[in-house]
């Protein structure tokens, strides 16, 4: 609960994934809309990649293998089809990863084979492994936390009410399940994604004229 909780000081409150972008151009109106954008990235978008990511750096962690948890680290790293979210995902990685050295200093071996800079998806999973979460529970958290962040930030931008952002994420739940049924049962060789929409917002978001979100 500590790890998915917002209090938790990594910065994800200042990010919305190119959110911000959709909503100024119109294409996120309402509640519903912004429903089936979540639904459609947790079926076939990044963050799918993410928790099978997540899945073998916990593998590589258990195993102390660390030119897997190097591999994985610079998998996703490449990944990243835009500055922005590149930076999103260090940016959080290293707040991460500061904290948990301070929490928890024999974690440093762990870190540091990961390599420098460790997207946040690891980190996670570097700490999910040191606090003997499993892995269902690791990605069930990390979706819960994902879906909660961009919730909010659609209740900031387009404006929603708070009952409206929480009835959404109440809705978001059976999907969240399913994929992370899907994310548990993925070979290396399923991995793949259809999130060019986020790209082309993420892209386009730092020449927006006014911006409340860092993507």
Known sequence: MQLVSPALPVGAYSYSEGLETLVQSGNLPDAESLQRWLVQELRYGAVRLEGAVMVRVYQAAIASNPSNLNYWNQWLSAFRETEELRQQSWQMGRSLSRLLLELQPPLEGLLQACGEP?????????????????????????????????????????????????????????????????????????????????????????????RLFRS
């Open 118 to 210: 460790c997207n946040f998806a690891v980190a996670f999973a570097i700490a999910s492994h040191s606090w003997q979460i499993d892995c269902k529970t690791m990605i069930l958290g990390y979706l819960h936390s994902w879906s909660t962040n961009l919730v909010n930030a659609g209740v900031r931008l387009i404006p929603l009410g708070q009952t409206a952002g929480q009835r959404l994420l109440l809705e978001l739940y059976a999907e969240i399940e399913a994929t992370t049924s899907s994310i548990l049962e993925m070979k290396d060789e399923d991995f793949g994604n259809c999130s060019w929409g986020v790209a082309i917002a993420s892209m386009n978001h730092e020449s927006l004229y006014s």
